[in-house]
């Protein structure tokens, strides 16, 4: 009896096909199914799916369809498949509203590229990157179990948040910088018609931080419009920061200038970072409880508190049919998450690495 795993990936886009490489690297076997019929063949020809349509036995399926027919295709895929499903839009609420299958978990992997297609389909593309996953009260625990497994495989940080909350801070941390790197883009566009030299002088932080303009301006048609609350907050707030900034350059106030740049640059210097040695981290056990969702809470806990999960694994109980979430996470954080764990009802129980 074959004992290769396999998956189906519906859309092959630049984050389908990446996902579908990765996996194939892995040694899985991957169907894929796409709109394009040139696409699907495409992707036959390159060696990153070894079939095409949906594999009906496959373990999982991932939904990297257009955002506005997420939903139309997770229920296809929840009713044409036997194993669980997962999407990658970047926007979660409406299909995280719209499901309510135990064999569902929206997820968004925090990653990407200027190429489109599967020409720039790389299969190292989540090794490092944060995958985001949103379960809702329906999601069993298995499926958030194992759906984390595999994104883990690929190379990605699991986190977990209700999707309410990922679409608010997708809309500050990559919605609205886009749309920000957009329009400063368009400004200095605009300026080099008057001043030929702008343009050729643009380097530098320039670059850097209009980089993510050079995305494909399709896909944020659909984010702008299913994400319109939490984006229109965010440029309001964004907007607020710009035009205290205009006063306090406008009024000359040194002090609060000083201030404010000094707030950002701290603010920087305290963004996460990887690459912790394992004297640095902490291992603990945590039986998931008899409840709905407790899989999922143990993540959901961790990115409510600040604390990065560097690895997991689910292994078998010796109490009987219940599983211990085996999580390593940073030393100095241990003992928050213990507390946060501990209010829940969970009794974790906490080794530190040497």
Known sequence: ?????????????????????????????????????????????????????LDPDAEV?????PVLTLVDQVKRALAETKGLVTDVGSVKGAVCAAIDDPRFVGGHPMAGSELEGLDGADPAMFEGAVWVLTPSPSTADATFSVVAAVVAELGADVVALPAERHDQVVAVISHVPHLTAATLMGVASDRGEEHAALLRLAAGGFRDM???ASGQPGIWLDICAENRDAIL????????GLETMRRVVDTDDRTELHRLLTKAREARANLPVR????????EMRITILDRAGSAAEIFTLAAELGVNIA?????????????????????DAAELYRGGLMARGY???LQRLS
């Open 233 to 240: 907050a965010a440029l309001d707030g964004l907007i607020a």
């Open 1 to 53: 009896m074959s004992t290769t795993r396999r998956a189906n990936v519906a859309g092959l886009g630049l984050i389908g096909g990446s996902i579908a490489r990765a996996l194939v690297d892995r040694g899985w076997h991957v169907t894929g199914d796409d709109q394009r019929a040139d696409r699907t063949e495409q992707a036959l020809a390159m060696g990153i799916v070894h079939a095409v349509g």
């Open 311 to 331: 690895s997991f694994e689910v292994v078998h109980s010796a109490e009987g049919n219940r599983g211990v979430a085996v999580v390593l996470v940073d030393a």
């Open 275 to 282: 690459g912790a040695t394992p004297s640095e981290l902490a």
């Open 61 to 65: 399926t991932f939904v990297a369809t």
């Open 210 to 212: 209009t980089r993510i």
């Open 347 to 349: 009794r974790p129980s």
